[in-house]
Nanobody, 115 residues
Framework: QVQLVESGGGLVQPGGSLRLSCAASGSIFGVAFMAWYRQAPGKQREFVATITSGGSTNYLESVKGRFAISRDSAKNTIYLQMNSLKPEDTAVYYC?????????WGQGTQVTVSS
C-alpha cells in the first residue's frame, strides 16, 4: 500500500502563491504516476496536474502557466507550485498515486484564495 500526506495549504490573497507538498511512503515502486486533484464546495473533484514516473506532465487548461508540478524522487515527494492564484482556485487539494496495483489518495489540504 501507498500512503500520501499533503501539506502546504492555507489562506492567500488573490495573485499570491502557495506550494503544496505530497510525501509518499509504502510500496511506491508500483506507482506509475502521481497527480493533484481539487474539489471546491458543491462541485465534483477535478484533475489539476499530473507527473509520470518518466517526468511527463499535464495540466488542467485553466491552471496552465500558473501551476507547476514537480517531484523529488530522493524524497518520494511531489510538489504543486501555484502562482497567480485566483478565488476560483479555492478548494481542497488532494494528492493521488496510481499504478497497476496502486490507487491511493491523501487526506487533502485546504487552499483558500480570498482578500
Amino acid at each position: 500500500q501507498v500512503q500520501l500526506v499533503e501539506s502546504g495549504g492555507g489562506l492567500v490573497q488573490p495573485g499570491g502563491s502557495l506550494r503544496l507538498s505530497c510525501a509518499a511512503s509504502g510500496s511506491i515502486f508500483g506507482v506509475a504516476f502521481m497527480a493533484w486533484y481539487r474539489q471546491a464546495p458543491g462541485k465534483q473533484r477535478e484533475f489539476v496536474a499530473t507527473i509520470t514516473s518518466g517526468g511527463s506532465t499535464n495540466y488542467l487548461e485553466s491552471v496552465k502557466g500558473r501551476f507547476a508540478i514537480s517531484r523529488d524522487s530522493a524524497k518520494n515527494t511531489i510538489y504543486l507550485q501555484m502562482n497567480s492564484l485566483k478565488p476560483e482556485d479555492t478548494a481542497v487539494y488532494y494528492c493521488h498515486a496510481r499504478g497497476n496495483i496502486v490507487n491511493a489518495w491523501g487526506q487533502g489540504t485546504q487552499v483558500t484564495v480570498s482578500s
